[in-house]
Structure formats: C-alpha cells, structure tokens
C-alpha cells in the first residue's frame, strides 16, 4: 500500500469519500453531536444504522486535518455520540492524525486507512489497546514514498460496492471495542440491539415516594420538572388539534402540523422539517392512520414512519401516545432510558417489549402512588415522572446508559473534538481590519442587532459580513441554522421573504382534486422560528446586495419590527402574529458603485447602522506580509491606483483583486487587464483619455513598475 501524502491526491481522495458516502447514507439531518464540555450543531448523513459529518481543516489548526466523524444509530433525544474519527491530513506524513488515504499498487484502488489509536473511553485503557484488540487479518503495513512505514487498518476502499459495508463493520467493531472495556454493564440477552442493565440498582420504592414529593408541593426543587400542568396542557393541545384533524381535515395547515410535533419531546428538533417536507394530503392521512386505523402499533408505527419524511419512529410511538393515553403509553427517549433506569430491560427499537415494561412499572406506581392527577391519564402522569428521572437523576449521576447518559461512576466513552471558538483575534487575523474598526463593527451589530457594510465592490463587505457572523456566534463554523446568507435582486419579493401563498393540489373526495393556496413562510421567517426555539444562542441572517431589492415591497412589517423588537404584528396571509427574536442580527452588504441601484431611503437608514468599506492600501500591505508574492511593486501599484485613478472614493477599485496567494506577474497582467481597466472605461466613460495612463503597457504603468 502506497501511503498518499501529495495535497492534491489527498484533496482528491476525500472528495471521492464524501461523495460516495453523501451518495448512500440518505438521509440527511442538522443534529447536535456531543463532546465533553458542550455540543455542536452538524449536518449527519445517516441510513439509520450509521451516520457520518465532516468539516474541512480551519486555518488556525495547529496541524490542519479534515475532520472524519461516524457514530452508531441516529439518537432522538440528546446528543449524537461518536463512535469514531477517522481525521486526514490535508498533506504531507504525519503520525499525529489517526486517519489517512493510501493506494493499492496491485489493483490501484484507494482505500481509507485508521492508526488504530482508540482508546477504551476510561483510565488505564490507553489508545494503543485497540491495536492489541482488533483482528490481525485488517492490519496491512503502508509506505510512503520517502520510505516511512506504518501498520495501519484498511478501514474501506474507496468504492461504491464494499465501503459501506466494510466501513459499518469498522464503526461496529470500535463501539464492540469501547463497551467491552466500559465496564462493570452488563448485555442484556435479548440482541444486539437491547439496552444494557446498570451495575446501580435504584431503590424504586424510596423513588417513587420522592416523586410523590416533587408533584405535589411546589416549594420542591424538582417541581418545575414534576408539575403536572404542563402534561394536561399538552393533552389538552394535541387533542383540540387532533380533533380538528379528524373533524375538517382540509383546514388542517401546515401550521397545525408544526404545533402538533412541536408539543412532543422527541418532535421539537424536526417539527419543521416534517411541515415543510410532506405534501400535506399524504400527511393527514398518515396521521390519521396512525392515531386511529385500527391494528397493532407497531404495524401502524412502521407504516407511518414509511409515509411521513422526518419523523422517527420515537416521535411517531409519543404521538400516538397522546392520542391514545388512556390505553397506551409514550414511547419516547426520556421513556426508555428512565425504564432502564428503574430496572427494566427491553430492546429499544421493540415497541411490544417497552409497553410491557412500562405496564409492569405501571402497577409498582399504582400500589404505591396511586393516581395523583385523576383528571390527567395515568399513562401521561407517569411519562412525567420519566421525564423528571431523565432530567434530575440521569444528569445528576455518573453512571452511563447504553444511551450515553450517565448513571454510575462510568465515564463517557466519546471524546469528538469540540468546535473551534471564533474571537475577536481570530476577526483581525482573517479580516485584515484594523483593531478599531473590528471594535466599532462589532459594537454597533450588538447595539442595535442590524448594520449595512457599504462601500465599492472589491473592498471585502460580503467577506467580512460573513466573519462577523461567525465572531457573534462564537464559532468558527456555525451550523446552516445559525448563520443565513441571501442574496436580494429586483424579482425577489415579500412572499419569499416574510410570506406567501402557495398553490396545492388537495383531494376533495371521489377521486377529484382542488387547487388550495395555503400560506407558507418565507426564508426569514422560517429563521426566526428556528432563532426563537433556541434564545440563548445568537442567529446571523446576511443579506448580501440588499439595495438591489425593493426594500420596502419586501421587508413589509419588518420595518416596524427592526426598530421595535419586542412588538409582534399580524401578517396578512396567515394572520399569525410575527415577531423579530432579540436573538437575531441582521448584516446587510451593499454595493455604491452600481448605478442601476437605488438609494436606500430615510425609514432604512434609521434602522441600521451604516459602515463604510473603501479602497484600503494599507490592508493589502498587511496581507502581504503573511502573503508574500513575487511582485515587489505590487503594493505601490495598488496604493497608486486607489488614490489616482478615481476621484470619488464611493467608486474606488477594491483590493480583493489582488489578494491571490499565487499571484504571478502574468496573472496579474491579466487581471489588470480584463477586470481594472473595463472598470476604468466604465466610470471614466467621458474622459478616456484618464484611462490610456492606466493601460498595462503604457510609460506610466511601466514607471511603476520600474521598467523605466
């Protein structure tokens, strides 16, 4: 095997893995993906027995790597948890970085490849045990063409036949690895798949008398956990919306949808996936299906997580819960790891299995407890108390459920690197700003949560628009969710933006159809959703050119709502009410150099802060320095250019031109060439004569060069 350490090849060969692996793993979810100290928004591509992510090396890595992240099963609650990273050099040989891309000299295949270091997630179990531990026939010894050898798996070829396969086999076998050297937990003997029992067991009558204790007297700490209210309010809201369902299917939008799988536990995260994904008929009826159709539940389970895009079978299992919790439990995360907290072993995925434990469970609580809130089902009574063991005693101890939560002095066995932190160093060293212009950026987005960066093109605002968005969030790679970038034109409108109507076709019974114009949120009100559901976290929502739109045709109420964040007004479509979370900032760019653009009125102008972009000498002179190019004069070129050629700054050539890392003299001939001096004869259109100095090949332009 020939270890590949050319840039190039390796470029090549993740690409190939991203490909293929984007390519068969279909489904395709933002999910929270955990690490010892916090969590990170990533977007995982799963077949449900696997998941993958990736993100590309940042510059500030010490050792650029790309990041290579599988895990075992898609979690519903919680955090995702790795299983393993496979990180690849960007080039070159190191040890350092536990994965790397090698070729097959016989058959020419590349094949991904692991060290082997994996450690077993606790004390004493270092990262060479895995070595000692995995089956010898998978070791093969690599080399490199400077002679460096190393033994290393063959985790996958890089093929379209045999790497998932082959690649699930390795993710298996490390969690195989971990489990077996995480404990004192035993395997339950029910399969592969079962739950693991704990090696505390829980004193069920002493929990249940403090349960008890939680419910009913509010001065207890665990009563904003344990009140039963919020249950009642539940039922009462998923049954008036069920009803509804039931009773004028066709005025059941898209908005009920979303409050329907809002007011589940394992709902909150896809709610508006499942709204915006499924044509509504389809989903009605699956629901109805669900909820109603007579058969067994997990047949109508099965069926209804076949129909309906993005909604997992916990979600689907709580749901019909609600609708049945007279007769039927919730089946949701918060269940199943309180029940195997309690003592109670079951597969996870057997629906059948969970409702038995749940039953038994069931008749220790009505022996003991009794029924607290009768006018409440006692399904929905209990699920609280899952509810408050999920949130009180599994975070409160240290041991580990096969879930990932802790119950019993075991340590977490997933160590993912946490996501690299974005701070004001990190603005001036990929922006090139001066430090108070970095600190008034700053400021002014925090003061009043919208600013516009205006100036020529060429000057760095889209650029800079974005790094500001990630110093707000705190991150070097913020998740889609978190940070929004559009671009306005003259077509884009106010139903694209806030909200508009849409046509669909819905049966009306009889094999005969009707075109119904529901409304549908626009792209900035579907973010302000998202932003709403989280308000400790901040949202950046980017409107790259926004002067090239009808500001006022598509902003709407939203001009009110800028300067008065805490009012909310109805919107005409929908007749909801509409509200900008104090979470959100908005950046705006906008270009004074395109005269087909109108000029943004007063009303606009209040309601942002404006900062101005301009031709910067001195900031190209600073990138040089950590960029140096092979031409001495081009700084003195530019400096010439920005201060000479244009009298009218808001029109002045930008420096990103000139800001290519492999800048050459031919290419920047070319440059000159094809994009200044068109630019030059744009402006100067009755005085081109100023242009002919400016020529490449001119006396002057020479001079600067000092060809002279």
């Given at each position: 095997m020939r270890i590949i350490t050319d840039k190039d090849e390796i470029?090549?060969?993740?690409?190939?893995?991203?490909?293929?692996?984007?390519?068969?793993?279909?489904?395709?979810?933002?999910?929270?993906?955990?690490?010892?100290?916090?969590?990170?928004?990533?977007?995982?591509?799963?077949?449900?027995?696997?998941?993958?992510?990736?993100?590309?090396?940042?510059?500030?890595?010490?050792?650029?790597?790309?990041?290579?992240?599988?895990?075992?099963?898609?979690?519903?609650?919680?955090?995702?948890?790795?299983?393993?990273?496979?990180?690849?050099?960007?080039?070159?040989?190191?040890?350092?970085?536990?994965?790397?891309?090698?070729q097959d000299e016989q058959t020419n295949g590349y094949y991904l490849l692991h060290r082997g270091k994996i450690g077993g997630g606790k004390p004493g179990v270092g990262k060479g045990k895995f070595r000692d531990w995995y089956q010898a026939e998978k070791w093969v010894v690599a080399t490199d063409d400077a002679g460096n050898r190393d033994k290393v798996i063959k985790v996958a070829p890089l093929d379209r036949e045999n790497i998932l396969q082959q690649l699930t086999e390795f993710i298996k076998a490390v969690a195989k690895f971990k489990e077996s050297k995480t404990s004192?937990?035993?395997?339950?003997?029910?399969?592969?798949?079962?739950?693991?029992?704990?090696?505390?067991?829980?004193?069920?009558?002493?929990?249940?008398?403090?349960?008890?204790?939680?419910?009913?007297?509010?001065?207890?700490?665990?009563?904003?956990?344990?009140?039963?209210?919020?249950?009642?309010?539940?039922?009462?809201?998923?049954?008036?919306?069920?009803?509804?369902?039931?009773?004028?299917?066709?005025?059941?939008?898209?908005?009920?949808?979303?409050?329907?799988?809002?007011?589940?536990?394992?709902?909150?995260?896809?709610k508006n996936k499942v709204a915006d994904e499924n044509p509504l008929p389809e989903l009605r009826r699956a629901i109805i299906t669900l909820v109603d159709r007579i058969g067994t539940t997990t047949d109508k389970i099965t069926e209804a997580n076949q129909a309906i895009k993005f909604a997992s079978h916990n979600m689907l299992g709580e749901l019909y819960g609600w609708a049945n919790s007279a007769t039927a439990p919730l089946y949701n995360g918060c269940a199943i790891d309180a029940l195997h907290y309690l003592g109670y072993t079951f597969s996870d995925k057997d629906y059948p299995a969970f409702v038995a434990a749940h039953e038994r469970f069931k008749q220790v609580y009505q022996q003991q407890v009794g029924h607290l809130r009768p006018d409440l089902p006692l399904n929905l009574e209990i699920d609280k108390l899952y509810n408050v063991i999920d949130k009180v005693d599994l975070k409160k101890s240290g041991d580990t459920t096969p879930s990932g939560k802790q119950v019993s002095g075991i340590k977490e066995i997933y160590t993912p690197e946490p996501p690299a932190t974005y701070d004001r160093q990190t603005f001036l060293t990929r922006t090139y700003l001066r430090s108070e212009q970095a600190d008034d950026l700053h400021t002014l987005l925090l003061e009043k949560k919208q600013i516009?960066?205006?100036?020529?093109?060429?000057?760095?605002?889209?650029?800079?628009?974005?790094?500001?968005?990630?110093?707000?969030?705190?991150?070097?790679?913020?998740?889609?969710?978190?940070?929004?970038?559009?671009?306005?034109?003259?077509a884009y409108s106010y139903e694209d933006f806030i909200e508009g109507i849409r046509p669909e076709s819905k049966q009306v019974g009889d094999g005969r159809f009707a075109v119904d114009y529901p409304a549908r949120p626009g792209v900035f009100r579907r973010f302000c959703?998202?932003?709403?559901?989280?308000?400790?976290?901040?949202?950046?929502?980017?409107?790259?050119?926004?002067?090239?739109?009808?500001?006022?045709?598509?902003?709407?109420?939203?001009?009110?709502?800028?300067?008065?964040?805490?009012r909310d007004v109805p919107l005409p479509y929908s007749g909801e009410r509409f509200r900008i979370p104090t979470n959100i900032?908005?950046?705006?760019?906008?270009?004074?150099?395109?005269?087909?653009?109108?000029?943004?009125?007063?009303?606009?102008?209040?309601?942002?802060?404006?900062?101005?972009?301009?031709?910067?000498?001195?900031?190209?002179?600073?990138?040089?320095?950590?960029?140096?190019?092979?031409?001495?004069?081009?700084?003195?070129?530019?400096?010439r250019l920005s201060e000479e050629a244009i009298d009218d700054p808001a029109y002045a050539v930008g420096f990103s031109y000139f800001m290519a890392k492999d800048l050459t003299e031919e290419k920047l001939s070319r440059i000159w060439r094809c994009s200044i001096i068109p630019y030059l004869v744009e402006y100067h259109v009755e005085q081109r004569a100023r242009v002919e100095n400016w020529k490449w090949k001119s006396d002057f332009m020479a001079g600067i060069r000092g060809e002279a």
């Open positions: 470029q090549k060969c993740q690409r190939k893995l991203e490909m293929l692996l984007k390519e068969l793993l279909l489904n395709r979810n933002i999910l929270k993906v955990g690490y010892p100290g916090g969590s990170e928004d990533v977007e995982l591509f799963h077949n449900n027995e696997i998941w993958y992510t990736t993100r590309p090396p940042s510059q500030d890595m010490r050792l650029p790597r790309t990041w290579n992240a599988f895990g075992l099963g898609i979690r519903e609650r919680g955090n995702q948890h790795i299983t393993v990273e496979i990180n690849t050099p960007i080039e070159g040989y190191t040890k350092r970085v536990g994965g790397l891309f090698a004192s937990r035993v395997k339950s003997s029910e399969d592969s798949h079962s739950r693991l029992t704990l090696g505390t067991e829980v004193d069920v009558a002493q929990r249940l008398t403090q349960w008890r204790q939680e419910a009913t007297d509010p001065a207890h700490p665990n009563y904003k956990h344990a009140d039963l209210d919020h249950p009642a309010f539940t039922y009462a809201t998923v049954s008036r919306l069920l009803q509804k369902l039931r009773e004028a299917p066709d005025t059941f939008g898209r908005d009920d949808i979303v409050a329907l799988f809002g007011a589940l536990n394992s709902g909150q995260r896809m516009i960066l205006y100036g020529p093109p060429g000057t760095g605002k889209t650029y800079v628009a974005q790094e500001l968005a990630k110093w707000i969030t705190g991150l070097v790679t913020p998740s889609d969710d978190r940070v929004e970038m559009i671009q306005f034109h003259p959703k998202m932003a709403e559901e989280n308000p400790g976290q901040a949202y950046v929502f980017i409107i790259d050119e926004i002067n090239r739109g009808n500001i006022p045709r598509i902003f709407g109420e939203l001009m009110l709502l800028l300067e008065y964040r805490e900032y908005l950046i705006g760019t906008m270009n004074t150099a395109d005269r087909s653009i109108a000029l943004v009125d007063f009303a606009l102008r209040r309601r942002f802060h404006f900062f101005q972009f301009g031709a910067d000498p001195d900031l190209l002179e600073r990138w040089l320095v950590d960029h140096p190019v092979s031409i001495p004069y081009l700084a003195k070129l530019y400096r």
